[in-house]
């Protein structure tokens, strides 16, 4: 079993529509996780790090933690094209020397 | 979000020679920076991590004689390849975390190496 498992997608969504972006993690122990953003042939950028049960809001996005299920999601309300990217979740492992730990990341694709 | 400088953005090497790429944190001290590399279309792969002052620590199957870490200060931390050969064409992305409890970690721009 894969430590941080995504789906490859693409996930296609129209223009304004909710993008949900799921992660399911291995590690109970985990403690911090976070969101990037990657465009193709750009670094990631970090969008979201969320590190308690529950939801955390920041403009159109929206973090969703569930450590009793192991899974993190991400909401993009309104999508824009501006948002197909790839989206990594990643996370902070227990015992790990604070190394992140990524999963392979959704692609996204905003369409007109 | 904190600034991540990694210079340069692209670099095109003759194959035997070495390359070095910088990593800078601009508006905050680096404790902790981490160096990965991406081939097209796959995720990113953890090379090495290193702390200020300190060895880095190069994830099992990164050749630490290949590629050389060195972070002198909480600014800086460089990354050569040396003895560059067209498989280590990649792109090599650095990403630096602060000190005192912070778990959020910036990535700089990147560095598409080429080695012909």
């Known amino acids: 079993q894969k430590e941080v498992e995504q789906n490859s997608g693409p996930l296609s969504v129209p223009e304004g529509a909710i993008a949900s972006l799921n992660c399911t993690y291995s590690d109970r122990g985990s403690q911090s996780f976070f969101w990037y953003r990657q465009y193709s042939g750009k670094s990631p950028e970090l969008i979201m790090s969320?590190?308690?049960?529950g939801d955390k809001e920041d403009g159109r996005f929206t973090a969703q933690l569930n450590k009793a299920s192991q899974y993190v999601s991400l909401l993009i309300r309104d999508s824009q094209p501006s948002d197909s990217a790839t989206y990594l979740c990643?996370?902070?492992?227990?015992?790990?020397?604070?190394?992140?730990?990524f999963g392979t990341g959704t692609r996204l694709q905003v369409t007109l | 979000g904190a600034v991540v400088s990694q210079h340069p953005s692209w670099v095109i090497c003759k194959s035997g020679t070495s390359v070095k790429i910088e990593c800078r944190s601009l508006d905050f001290q680096a404790t902790t920076m981490f160096w990965y590399r991406q081939f097209p279309k796959q995720s990113l792969m953890l090379m090495a991590t290193s702390n200020e002052g300190s060895k880095a620590t190069y994830e099992q199957g990164v050749e630490k004689d290949k590629f050389l870490i060195n972070h002198a200060s909480l600014t800086l931390s460089t990354l050569t390849v040396t003895s560059a050969h067209p498989e280590d064409s990649s792109f090599y992305i650095c990403?630096?975390?602060?000190?005192?409890?912070?778990?959020?970690?910036?990535f700089g721009q990147g560095t598409r190496l080429t080695v012909v």
């Open positions: 969320i590190y308690s049960n």
């Open positions: 990403s630096a975390r602060g000190g005192g409890g912070v778990t959020e970690a910036f």
């Open positions: 990643a996370l902070i492992n227990t015992g790990t020397a604070s190394k992140l730990t």
